[in-house]
Each structure stands twice: as C-alpha cells, then as structure tokens.
C-alpha cells in the first residue's frame, strides 16, 4: 500500500532554515510528482510547490519562490522541502501529498511535520 | 488569501443534507479546471473526497457527492452523521497564479 512517511517535529530560531523529508513507499516513486503543502494552526491549506522525482524539475507557489527548494534523492525514495529564512508566520504542519490524475489532485499524504519558529 | 471562496461552516441534524459552496473565478474553476474536495478530521492529514468534480476514491461512500457548474463547484452530504463533522476543503488549479488551490475551507457541524 501506498505510504509517504516524514520525518519528525522541528523547532527553529527566526531566521534559520528547515529540512523536511518524505519518504515514500508502495508504487514507483518517479512515477508521480510530489507536492507540499502547509497549514498554519487553525488556518487553512496553503500549497507550496510540486517536484517531479523523476525529472528533478520544480515548481513553487509564487509565494514561496526564493525561499523554498524541493528536491528528491530516488535511491532512497524520497523527497524533501527546504525553507529558508523562517518567521514566526511560518509556524505550520508541511505535509507531503502525491500528485495523482496528471497531478492535479492528492490521494496520498504524509502524517505531517510540525514546524514551530520561536526565539 | 485564498482564490476559492467557502462558507465558514455549515450545520445540520442527523440524518439531514448539507451543501458546501467553493466559489472561484475564471481562472480556475470558470476556467474548466477539476474541483477536488478533502474531508480533514481533527488532527489528521486531508483525506480524498471527491475528484475531477464528482468522482468519489474507492472506500467513499455515496453519501457524499460533488457537482460543478460554471465558476462554482459544490459538495453535498446527505444522511449526515456524526463521524461527518470535520473540515472539508475544495482544491483547484489557477492559471493567474501558475499553482494549485483550496479554498478558505468550512467546519461542518453535527447538531
């Protein structure tokens, strides 16, 4: 079965960067892009961005461009979102989702990865 | 400051049906591009409701459906139960923006 697992709760200073990975099991991981998206608490769904695992190529939300930067490592079946330059706005769950139907929408997601940004 | 524009929340008794609204504009759903919908409990990551408009995953029952219509798309629950109370969002594609988007989401709640 199909399973995207992260890695675990990160605490960061204002100003630092964060490393989330997503490991995926159960299908061909450079068959379906994989996308990240957020949700700050009590707050709704943000998309970040998708990358093709297979390519390497990105794409990111405009919002997040120059700030964020996916990439994958296909030996190992996962992928991985870097945010840099971290404020406290950025206090969120990032979840990892795989792009099905030409990638348009999500049937598999991680468990989520809280971030917290606090001096 | 999200494109697809959704009530709040919206309510109703056992048994009863409720509609969720998810309102864009023509550069994403006016656009002709698929509404997809995330039932999301408490505490837990989005779940797959409903996809390209009104196709439901295997394991989602009938009970809920999705239709669409010019810039606006929809999600009815019918038979509502109380395992249906949760936030729901829907999920589309703008072109302006380059990216994907959900809307501003709505809590259904079970009375």
């Known amino acids: 079965q199909v399973q995207l697992v992260q890695s675990g709760a990160e605490v960061k200073k204002p100003g630092a960067s964060v490393k989330v990975s997503c490991e995926a099991s159960?299908?061909?991981?450079?068959?379906?892009?994989m996308h990240w998206v957020r949700q700050a608490p009590g707050q709704g769904l943000e998309w970040m961005g998708w990358?093709?695992?297979?390519?390497?190529?990105?794409n990111y939300a405009q919002k997040f461009q120059g700030r964020v930067t996916m990439t994958r490592n296909t030996s190992i079946s996962t992928a991985y979102m870097e945010l840099s330059r971290l404020t406290s706005d950025d206090t969120a769950v990032y979840y990892c989702?795989?792009?099905?139907?030409?990638?348009?929408?999500?049937?598999?997601w991680g468990q989520g990865t809280l971030v917290t940004v606090s001096s | 400051q999200s494109v697809l524009t959704q009530p709040p929340s919206v309510s109703g008794a056992p048994g009863q049906r409720v509609t969720i609204s998810c309102t864009g504009s023509?550069?994403?759903?006016?656009?002709?591009?698929?509404v997809h919908w995330y039932q999301q409990l408490p505490g837990t990551a989005p779940k797959l409701l409903i996809y390209?408009?009104?196709n439901r995953p295997s394991g989602v029952p009938d009970r809920f459906s999705g239709s669409k219509s010019g810039s606006s798309a929809s999600l009815a629950i019918t038979g509502l139960q109380a395992e249906d109370e949760a936030d729901y969002y829907c999920?589309?594609?703008?072109?302006?923006?380059?990216?994907?988007?959900f809307g501003t989401g709505t809590k259904v709640t079970v009375l």
């Open positions: 989702a795989r792009g099905d139907g030409s990638g348009s929408y999500f049937n598999y």
């Open positions: 999920q589309s594609y703008d072109s302006s923006l380059s990216g994907y988007v």
């Open positions: 159960g299908y061909t991981f450079t068959d379906y892009y």
């Open positions: 990358i093709s695992p297979n390519t390497g190529g990105t």
């Open positions: 390209g408009n009104i």
């Open positions: 023509s550069s994403n759903i006016g656009a002709d591009f698929d």
